[in-house]
């Protein structure tokens, strides 16, 4: 069975959508435990790219090969767990934005892309997305953690204004409040008291990992 | 001619008054008078009848620091108010019956927009309906401390139409949270009536004794306010009497920094001047479940004191508190079979009277009612009846204990403390027998028991110190452990071959409160030597109410726009700007008007005036310094001495 995790591995070291697919779907009529399979092959794999990544020995888009084979292997193997009534470990939930006003969704789709392969459920409400719309989406799906980003410096203050909300909403220690995007910096997020800043997609799912403690 | 200040401390069982010579600053007077819960003003008008007339005449100004407020809420009694939500439908979870609530659409959003239209219609047609019956009404907005409208709208409508006094959110503080601000501005509500009855009577017997001046109150935070102000405000007379007692401490010491224990019956208050100034909580006042946006003295309160039940808790050992019970020196006063009921039990301990596992427990009737011993044994008729005719166990004399239906009396520190001739209260005799009860089960001698309780009561201190001191610091749970692995080692500091580890305070300690002698000090001892106590702690309130200062504050934000604007946010409303400089000269503006409108209003026109500047700012990528928002807050104090600051001493009453 060993051999299937490490296939899985090698697939999605190797950037491969179609082995990740058909290995992946193998492993599962052989009755391997799809929780097995986030937990030993997508999640160390991952990990290991994203430390490649981080040391500058991989660039982005084989960063995101890597993370399109993980994201193939979670669809094939998601059904399966529906199917067996397997309860999935909560590792944690996720909700990503960007804010009001900035229509930029790189940036986050490659951090929910991540989080995903990393085993985290993520839920991406899209752009251009206003507090309110956010908060009620992050109690809607009882989140752990909301990622927001902003790729214009006119628009990171609604980072501070989201915040400002929460606080207002009396709602500011439900959520753990990650902050991310081209203008922002650690001394931003200081400023504004959020919780961290992900300097890029890897450093991200470190800091859920942190804040989550999982 | 000597011009005097009195200070009353209307709180606890005793009533103490304290007269302060404003011409040296020192304390020339002080009397204790016990409590008549039902007729408070008697106490006063006791202690005032022991001060020479030619004294009494020559006071200028009064002062009063309080529990009223503090305890309405624990209590959760109060006037019948309304609450009016705006642009948010969630009823804080401890708001009650006693409340009538009228939700509306309306609210702002965060930059002070609004979120959408103000209802009208809706309280048009509830009004009368709604405001029936009611004492005083509170409406709160969503986000109103970024734009009052909508609050300031439907509190004129209320005004014209009912005649009702409306509390506007708003008004208490900036900070964000809306409930928070619901809960202040309901409580306010509720307090009012309660408050008015108390300056009405304070100020009577005042009159009666032609005391001139006015009269002040004593804030949460120590500073005072006039009771024209706290017929107003009262919420924010919350914890008055904790920070009265600070003050007094800081005023009987001299020192500028200290750690106050205050170590009182049920309960010890710890708390931290810096600078000469009381640390602040920063958070807000939390009474029970209740979170206000008041704005307090940072009081730790822990659940020690002089009498707390000692107790033998399985997993951890002897232990003391929170729950009280009566001291057995004081029972045997009220009752005199306490002496014989504890020599029955000394010659034979009998396992099925415990409660608590206090093997000296017995229990009195009902407080409040004249109080007699319930018999010997728990399975009482009296006791069957309370419960309804159901076998009375040790679980179900705990719940009428609870409940406040009967007294539970133990062997308390106090009890110790008498027995051990180190204070003098009611029978010496009940409380060694007690003791004696006590140390026999447990088969420890007497000065190891002491020990134990000195030591279990210290380490609570010292923890709840740690954690104020230490409120933000990542080390706080390294800090709390060593201190806690020093006492169980009663070492001053922690060695291994090249290693040593110590805690020091780096302040002096200052013990007030009856108990204080006996274990403030010696809690402390290991962290520092610098320990006071002072005669005068038993006053420390009545002379911290007459020590305080007159304090505002006002507060302003300026926040940056997306559109490049500042949009200046304030009690007033909200004010675009298109640059900073110009939004900070007009924000400063503001602040002066707000403080000499709330300074006029004390009657003062001669006050230390300061504003902070404050900007949350970072460098972009290009290196530029963006400043995301601004705050600036004014403060503004006088102190309440005679001729500087009072136009008109003539003025005894509020009315």
């Known amino acids: 069975m060993s051999g299937y995790i490490n296939q899985l591995k090698e697939a999605i070291l190797e950037y491969d959508e179609v082995k990740a697919n058909s290995i992946a779907k193998k492993s599962i009529e052989e009755g391997l435990n799809p929780l097995d399979i986030i937990n030993d092959a997508i999640r160390p794999a991952m990990e290991h790219i994203g430390d490649r990544f981080s040391s500058g020995d991989v660039f982005l888009p084989e960063l995101m090969l890597a993370a399109q084979a993980a994201d193939v292997i979670v669809s094939v193997i998601e059904p399966e767990i529906v199917k067996q009534g397997a309860k999935r470990e909560r590792v944690g939930r996720v909700l990503i934005a960007t804010v009001k006003n900035d229509i930029h969704d790189i940036g986050k789709n490659i951090v929910s892309l991540l989080l995903k392969s990393a085993g985290y459920e993520v839920f991406d409400i899209g752009v251009d997305c206003e507090g309110d719309e956010i908060l009620a989406a992050a109690k809607e799906h009882d989140v752990d953690v909301i990622g927001l980003s902003a790729l214009l410096t006119t628009t990171v203050s609604k980072m501070k204004d989201f915040l400002d909300l929460l606080e207002e909403d009396g709602s500011r220690n439900q959520f753990k409040i990650i902050i991310g995007g081209a203008p922002v910096t650690e001394e931003f997020c200081k400023a504004i008291g959020a919780d961290g800043y992900g300097s890029d997609a890897t450093h991200a799912v470190k800091l859920v990992k942190k804040l989550i403690g999982k | 001619m000597s011009s005097y200040g009195l200070g009353i401390d209307a709180g606890g069982t005793y009533t103490d008054l304290a007269i302060i010579d404003f011409t040296n600053d020192t304390v020339i007077y002080s009397t204790k008078e016990l409590t008549n819960y039902d007729k408070p003003h008697l106490a006063i008008s006791a202690g005032l009848e022991k001060i020479e007339k030619e004294v009494r005449s020559n006071i200028m100004v009064s002062s009063l620091a309080t529990t009223l407020a503090t305890n309405a809420i624990i209590e959760n009694k109060g006037g019948k108010a309304g609450l009016v939500l705006i642009g948010c439908e969630r009823v804080p979870d401890e708001v009650n019956f006693s409340t009538s609530v009228l939700t509306l659409q309306g609210g702002h959003t965060v930059s002070g927009s609004e979120k959408q239209p103000l209802n009208f219609s809706k309280l048009k047609h509830n009004i009368e309906t709604f405001s029936k019956g009611i004492d005083a009404i509170a409406v709160v907005s969503f986000f109103s401390v970024r734009n009052p409208d909508h609050e300031l709208k439907v509190a004129k409508f209320i005004e014209d139409k009912t005649g009702l006094t409306v509390i506007c959110g708003h008004t208490f503080s900036m900070k964000l949270n809306f409930e928070k601000r619901a809960v202040t501005a309901l409580w306010n509500a509720r307090l009012i009536p309660l408050i008015e009855k108390l300056v009405q009577s304070t100020t009577k017997v005042l009159r009666n004794f032609n005391i001139k001046g006015p009269l002040m109150i004593v804030k949460g935070d120590g500073s005072l306010m006039s009771a024209k102000t706290a017929l107003e405000r009262p919420v924010e007379t919350l914890l008055s009497g904790p920070a009265a007692s600070i003050n ?189 009860i006590f140390t026999t089960y447990l088969e420890v001698d007497i000065n190891d028991l002491w020990n134990i309780v000195q030591n279990v009561i210290g380490n609570k201190i010292c923890i709840a110190a740690v954690n104020l001191l230490c409120e933000d610091c990542t080390a706080k749970q390294a800090i709390s452990n060593l201190v806690n692995y020093l006492y169980v080692e009663r070492s001053q500091s922690f060695k291994e071959e090249h290693l040593k580890a110590k805690v020091d305070l780096t302040f002096p300690v200052i013990g007030l409160g009856a108990p204080a002698p006996a274990f403030v000090c010696q809690a402390l001892e290991l962290f520092t030597k610098q320990c006071y106590l002072f005669d005068d702690y038993d006053t420390s309130v009545a002379i911290g109410a007459i020590v305080g200062l007159v304090k505002k504050e006002a507060y302003v934000k300026i926040r940056f726009s997306e559109q490049g604007k500042y949009t200046l946010h304030s009690e007033k409303g909200r004010k675009e700007f298109s640059s900073q400089k110009e939004a900070v000269l007009y924000g400063k503006t503001i602040l002066k008007e707000l403080i000499a409108t709330q300074m006029k209003e004390e009657n003062i026109y001669d006050y230390h005036y300061q504003v902070d500047v404050n900007n949350k700012s970072f460098s972009n990528n290009h290196g530029n310094n963006i400043i995301i928002e601004t705050d600036l807050n004014a403060y503004a104090t006088s102190n309440i001495k005679p001729d500087s600051v009072f136009n008109d001493n003539n003025t005894t009453s509020v009315y």
């Open chain 2, 248 to 436: 007094g401490a800081r005023h009987i010491s001299s020192l500028n920094d200290a750690l106050v224990v205050d170590m009182g019956g049920t309960t010890t208050d710890i708390a931290l001047i810096q600078n000469s100034q009381v640390k602040i909580n920063s958070d807000g006042v939390t009474i029970g479940n209740w979170k206000t946006h008041v704005r307090s003295a940072d009081i730790r309160t822990i659940g020690v004191g002089g009498d707390s039940l000692i107790w033998l808790d399985r997993d951890e050992g002897l232990s003391v508190g929170p729950l009280k019970a009566e001291p057995l020196c004081m029972a045997a006063i009220k009752d005199t079979r306490v002496e014989s009921i504890l020599q029955n039990i000394k010659k034979k301990i009998d396992q099925t009277r415990w409660s608590n596992l206090n093997p000296t427990t017995l229990y009195l009737e009902k407080p409040g009612e004249e109080r007699k011993l319930l018999p010997h044994s728990p399975y009482s008729e009296y006791l069957q009846k309370l419960n309804k005719n159901k076998e009375i166990g040790i679980a179900e004399l705990d719940k009428l204990v609870n409940s406040n239906s009967i007294l539970q009396c133990s062997l308390t520190p106090t009890d110790i403390l008498v027995a051990l001739g180190e204070m003098e209260l009611g029978s010496v005799d009940a409380a060694r027998l007690g003791l004696d």
